[in-house]
């Protein structure tokens, strides 16, 4: 009988359509995640999402699908804090502070005066996997084919960059072009997942599935792949949640993400302790 619960929900187009998009976003933010991990820049991905905000709003105020309102502001931003990081004076967590937090705030003040925006705050800022549309689905999956095969190809540039930009700029790698590139890729991955996880909860499917991964492998790229793989079983947990609970989606995949965590964790540390 369990068998049934399992594949009963996908009866429904909706699911099939929250299934794609589940499955492209819990492989595209983890391969991410383990560069931002390396890199310290989870408060970067954070910022992204809060900042991506006013985007959202706007293209829900003209009507038109957050995602095509949304990318060039992504993109935008995420050009502007790069800048800010190789320029500004006042240090890299005080200028992305300031830029994420009065983006954030306009996005909100944007929402309440134009009342009459169709999707909810809530939705907004934790997401709403099993509301994606037809339209939400193809734009998803081209943005993860352009994240994934940047990422792939531009695999050994950023590798370098990740663990040596000392050595990288000594070498002569454009050091700036190819972070700004990662920045770039790193705030569509955003956009591409925030109507299933939500703005608040990007960073934990970007990071923890990415530290799960850290855990149990000795490469990096093993770390990706697994990481992929870690992200991919929370997102479903977290589609299988909102479909029988009715759990909004982004908390239920960032809980499911950190239960995946703790137990590679107690895995780890009581083989430790046997060995």
Partial sequence: MWIEYIYEPFSYSFMIRSLIVAVSVGVILPLLGSYVINRNLGFMGDAMAHAS???LAFGLLIGVSIFIAAIPAAIIIALVLGYLINRSKIGEDTAVGIIFSSLFALGFI???IYDHILLSVEDLLLGQILAVSKFDVWATLILSAIIIITTLSLYKQFLFISFDPKGAKISGLNVRLFDNIFLVVLSLSIISSIQS?????????LITPAAAAKLTTKT???????????????????????????????PSMALAATSIFIIVWVTKR???YVN
Avoid: E, H, R
């Fill in 53 to 55: 905000l006013p985007g």
């Fill in 110 to 112: 944007i929402l309440s």
């Fill in 197 to 205: 996880v939500g703005i608040i909860l990007v960073l934990s499917m």
């Fill in 220 to 250: 990096f790229s093993a770390a990706m792949v697994t990481g992929s793989v870690f992200g991919v079983i929370a997102s479903l947990i977290g589609l299988y949640l909102s479909y029988y609970l009715d759990f909004p989606s982004g």
């Fill in 270 to 272: 009581s083989f430790k």
